[in-house]
């Protein structure tokens, strides 16, 4: 439809100058005749200020205020709903895709068979995913170890109880010294994404046994990851509720398969209220009643 390029003094924060950037927008579509529009960027905490009703008087409240002015111009304007963190994903060498594949697949099949063949201690574990109760969230996370670089990844999804995804994440971390200490690493990620999203009543939940015990209080006696178990707990403990819950393999497929996206990311990749198109089937799965 059009392109603009604005150029504007650079004595502003990156907050202000992304809210710029979408006053920007606005106006641009409104000159073009524009009535009916999504308005996307990539500061999460630029879309979080336009998708509230309340006014401030600061620089950047001011910004946020004319920006929602503009929105007044149109028929429809999807209320900020759409959110990406687009950074410019590389395409792997022709070379990598085969190992990407085959890493993958071994690596869920591998983590099935122990799922299916573990013979549980009194406490049977959730087989499928399930939607939380009403009014509360549920946040699957996971994390991928890669084989062919020294680098893991972090998945994180987050869903409401009618199954539909409030915010996924992608994330490439170095690759930590244990399988444990990854996994802790994935919910603490969890619990920062659900504290800065606002999901204030949510349940955590990971296919690790080891770590979601010790999130509920079973302790890991490990010096090495104690540090995230305890940052991890003291961030969802200003929570207005929060518990955690274990799930096998089946039940995290869309958390782990963001984990293993995580090789295209650079180093992040965010999206609100849907997954990258790859990633459709897998949550059509979760929400197919099982037999």
């Known amino acids: ?13 990156g907050c202000e100058i992304e809210t710029m950037a979408a006053a920007a927008a606005l106006s641009f579509a409104s000159e073009i005749g524009i009535k009916q ?15 509230e009703d309340a006014s401030s008087l600061s620089p950047i409240g001011l910004l946020i205020d004319k920006v929602k002015s503009l929105a007044n111009n149109f028929d429809e304007l ?8 687009r950074d410019k994903v590389p395409s792997l060498p022709l070379v990598q895709i085969g190992v990407f594949a085959q890493d993958y697949l071994r690596s869920f099949k591998t983590r099935v068979s122990q799922a299916s063949h573990s013979t549980g201690s009194g406490h049977p574990s959730q087989k499928h995913w399930l939607p939380p109760p009403p009014e509360c969230f549920k946040a699957n996370f996971d994390g991928a170890m890669f084989n062919e670089s ?26 930590p010294p244990s399988v444990v200490a990854l996994e802790l690493l994935a919910a603490r990620r969890a619990a920062v994404l659900v504290s800065e999203t606002g999901f204030q009543n949510s349940v955590f939940e990971g296919d690790s046994l080891a770590v979601v015990k010790s999130l509920q209080g079973s302790g890991i006696e490990n010096s090495a990851v104690g540090h995230i178990l305890k940052d991890t707990l003291s961030i969802v403990s200003l929570l207005q509720s929060f518990s955690f819950s274990h799930v096998n393999r089946q039940g995290n497929a869309v958390a782990h398969a963001l984990a293993q996206r995580a090789r295209l990311s650079f180093p992040l990749q965010v999206w609100m209220e849907y997954v990258p198109p790859d990633l459709d089937a897998v949550i059509l799965a979760d929400l197919q009643p099982s037999v």
């Open 1 to 13: 439809m059009g392109s603009c390029v604005k150029k504007i003094p650079v004595a502003y924060s």
């Open 37 to 51: 529009a999504i308005l996307e960027g990539d500061s999460l905490a630029v879309i979080k200020a336009l998708r």
């Open 78 to 85: 999807s209320n900020y709903h759409t959110l990406t963190l």
């Open 150 to 175: 020294d680098e893991a990844g972090l998945g994180v999804v987050i869903r409401n109880s009618r199954g539909q995804v409030m915010v996924a994440l992608s994330e490439k971390i170095k690759k």
